[in-house]
Structure formats: structure tokens, C-alpha cells
């Protein structure tokens, strides 16, 4: 509770909230793929296009590696460009996929999915942009706070609304 009154006063609430709407909506999109798997095969399926288990994997996995590896390359955006221009061009290649794979609809391939797949790892990266957005404002003893308010948002909000479903 003593951490909650030393944060009174400084950083910037606003944003905090939006660092934390940001990480929100983009784990959300992140794991886009898990819950629309079954109607992505039944898909492929009235095509024509029945996908091994390999394929299955690897497109549900392909978003959490590419993630993974994209928080390295959006790192070095928000220590080159700042957090907030990192944060729109990884918004904004993640927007683009979508449009990308809505356009295509039912017409869309296999390897166009996994290209999607890649570039909803933009959204799971987000991690990398979010928290020094968010520690920035604030001073160095209560940096850590705020990451941590920040990933038991993150958890409460999106992971959280998953598990309680």
C-alpha cells in the first residue's frame, strides 16, 4: 500500500491506462488464431484442404515464435524511434494483416494464413513497447511497480477474462 501513495502525485496516469489498453488489446489479437482454429480447418476442410496435425501446430505456433523473437526487434524500435512510433508501425503491420486476411476471406491459402500468422506476432511483441512506455514516467524506485501493475493488468484483463470464461 506504501508503493500506491508514493505513486500519487507522479508519472503520468494517462499513460499508464493507455500503456495498459495497448498490451491489452494486442495479447487479445495475439491469440487471435487459438480460438478461431476450428472454424479456420472446418474451412480448409469444405475447400477441400484437410490440414495435418503439423499444419494445425504449426499455425497456432507460429504467432507465439514470431512474437517471441519480434519483442528483440521491437526493442531496439523503442530505444532508436521511442516507445510511441514503435508502437504505431507495430500497430499499424498488425492492422494490415487483419485487413489483409478479412479481405481474402474464405479464399485465403494456407501459406497466406501462416504469413498472417507471422505478423500477428507484432501484436504479441507489444510487451516490449508497453512497459518502458508505461516506466518511463515514473521514478526509478517506483519503476518496478508500475511494470508490475502493468502485467497484473495485462493478466487480469486479457489472460484473466480466458480463464474465467
Known sequence: MAVFTKLKG?????????????????FMIWMILGPISSEIIDS?????FMMTMGQKSTLLSLPILSGALLRIVLGFGVDKLGAKKTALIAQSIVIVALFFAY??????????LLFVA?????????????????????????????????RFCEFWGCDGLFVFS
Open 10 to 26: 507522479q508519472g503520468h496516469t494517462p499513460t499508464l491506462f493507455a500503456a495498459f489498453i495497448y498490451f491489452d488489446m494486442s
Open 44 to 48: 480448409f476442410a469444405a475447400a477441400g
Open 103 to 112: 479481405s481474402l476471406g474464405t479464399d485465403i491459402s494456407y501459406n497466406q
Open 118 to 150: 507471422v505478423l500477428l506476432g507484432f501484436a504479441g511483441a507489444s510487451f516490449a513497447v508497453a512497459l518502458p512506455q508505461a516506466g518511463q514516467w515514473y521514478p526509478p524506485e517506483t519503476t518496478r511497480f508500475s511494470f508490475r501493475y502493468c
